[in-house]
């Protein structure tokens, strides 16, 4: 984490042509708030799409909007209101929801296949908040410790 441009945000793996910064002015992508927002971006852009694109989250149009950068854009607007603290290693990551309905709870991402986001489970099948996920960690590593 380091600021970056005057604003918060994450470099991974010293990648500073890509960096990730902390968003938290739009909705999360499981919300509503989210496709409307999508659907305003592409608009204004001169990109009327005729449905809700529910499988491919809008990719297609910021494809044809933006072009070779519309990739980078949508996965920027993907990833809005969380922020991400682990990487699970093989393109899992974990991220903490920090805006809207979802704020507090942890969802796990494929970023490599990019599927939706997954909620955190305990080994009971409960919903992680940043707290339980926490705590349950600290537990695993002192238990190795």
Not at 38 to 56: N, S
Not at 79 to 90: E, K, T, V
Not at 94 to 118: K, M, Q, S
């Amino acid at each position: 984490m380091r600021r970056i441009d005057g604003k918060w945000g994450l470099v991974w793996e010293n990648d500073e042509d890509h960096p990730w910064l902390l968003d938290t002015s739009g909705p999360f992508v499981e919300t509503e708030d989210w496709a409307d927002q999508q659907i305003a971006t592409l608009c204004a852009a001169g990109y009327e799409p005729t449905t809700r694109d529910e499988d491919d989250d809008y990719l297609g149009g910021y494809r044809k909007v933006f072009g070779d950068a519309g990739d980078d854009d949508w996965f920027l607007e993907h990833g809005r209101g969380a922020i991400p603290i682990s990487d699970n290693g093989c393109g899992m990551t974990g991220w903490l929801i920090i805006v809207g309905p979802h704020r507090g709870r942890l969802r796990d991402r494929d970023c490599a296949v990019n599927p939706p986001f997954e909620p955190y489970v305990d080994a009971n099948g409960n919903r992680h908040t940043f707290r339980s996920w926490y705590l349950e960690w600290l537990e695993q590593h002192e238990r190795a410790a």
